[in-house]
């Protein structure tokens, strides 16, 4: 396979967005172990956030498939070895040998060391950053033909902050959240709560271990209501309208970012990146 496993553009301003389940691509040598069909890995994954990452000046990409190795996950537990890591899906027909589970975790070793050299440079820049970690989840898993899953506990957009520090960055959440409210949905605003569904993955916690005091990230879950989930077709308009809302709040977050003074402590340069 030639393609890339990730891209990530480089460009201005201190917000990131990270699509990093958008993939669905497998590495040729895995693919006549796998005992998962298409359809189901499809379904699991987040096909069409990497649209909305344009939202940011930086853009990360991933374009292999979670199935292959989840990125959103802690190394150990990166490659789905048993049905109960996988919501009950049988991904394998038997457990791939070591030297090819060897590449995948060496293919997570090389994202998150590409990934912290980036945001250590954006840091350097502007002083603090802020990642948008973009994903979308289910909400008909009885069937294409269910009923959706009750709304009080699947919100429109789900906000994980438990691992970050509010104290800190509780302000960022806040604009975040007034932000994506003002947008619509349906004729009503949008459902956006904290913690609900989910509080948050690997990928934002090991950004709040590896820069505590200097990066912001937010785990932001949108409920697959723009697109059949059963069958990959998306709602065009529907999903241009989530991304719309996305980009309003991205905006609203770097203008709270240049106002200065939200959060305690110095603000700038490598000296903040210190800290």
Same mark, same amino acid.
């Given at each position: ?25 497998? =590495?040729?040598? #895995? #693919?006549?172990? *796998?005992?998962?069909?298409? %359809? ?33 996950? %802690? ?17 394998? &027909? ?5 030297? *090819?589970?060897? =590449?995948?975790? $060496? ?19 502007? +002083? ?12 008909? =898993?009885?069937? $294409?033909?269910? &009923? ?16 970050? +520090? ?11 959240? &007034? ?7 349906? +004729?009503?605003? #949008?459902?956006?709560? =904290? ?13 709040? $271990? ?22 990959? %077709? ?21 203008? #709270? ?8 402590? $110095? ?9």
């Amino acid at each position: 396979m030639n393609n890339p496993a990730w891209s990530i553009h480089r460009g201005e301003g201190p917000l990131v967005a990270a699509a990093i389940h958008n993939g669905h691509e497998v =590495r040729p040598e #895995l #693919l006549p172990l *796998l005992a998962i069909s298409e %359809a189901d890995r499809l379904r699991e994954e987040d096909p069409y956030t990497a649209r909305w990452t344009e939202l940011a000046g930086t853009r990360i990409v991933v374009h292999r498939s979670r199935f292959e190795a989840d990125l959103n996950r %802690a190394r150990g537990r990166a490659v789905y070895l048993r049905p109960e890591d996988a919501w009950g899906l049988q991904v394998w &027909q038997e457990e791939p040998p070591y030297a *090819l589970l060897n =590449r995948s975790y $060496r293919l997570y070793d090389m994202f998150y060391r590409e990934v912290e050299g980036l945001l250590a440079g954006l840091i350097e820049r502007h +002083g603090r950053v802020v990642v948008f970690d973009l994903h979308t989840y289910n909400h008909r =898993r009885g069937g $294409r033909a269910a &009923q959706p899953d009750p709304q009080d506990a699947s919100p429109t957009v789900n906000l994980g902050t438990s691992h970050m +520090g509010l104290r800190r960055w509780g302000p960022v959440v806040d604009r975040f959240e &007034q932000s994506m409210r003002a947008a619509r949905w349906q +004729g009503r605003p #949008l459902d956006v709560r =904290r913690n609900v569904k989910f509080q948050g993955g690997h990928f934002v916690q090991w950004i709040h $271990r590896a820069f505590p005091e200097v990066a912001c990230a937010l785990a932001i879950e949108v409920k697959k209501v723009f697109m059949d989930e059963w069958t990959g %077709a998306l709602e065009e308009p529907a999903h241009a309208a989530f991304g719309r809302a996305l980009a309003a709040a991205g905006q609203d977050v770097v203008k #709270l970012l240049a106002e200065g003074g939200m959060v305690p402590g $110095r603000k700038r340069g490598a000296e903040a990146a210190a800290r």
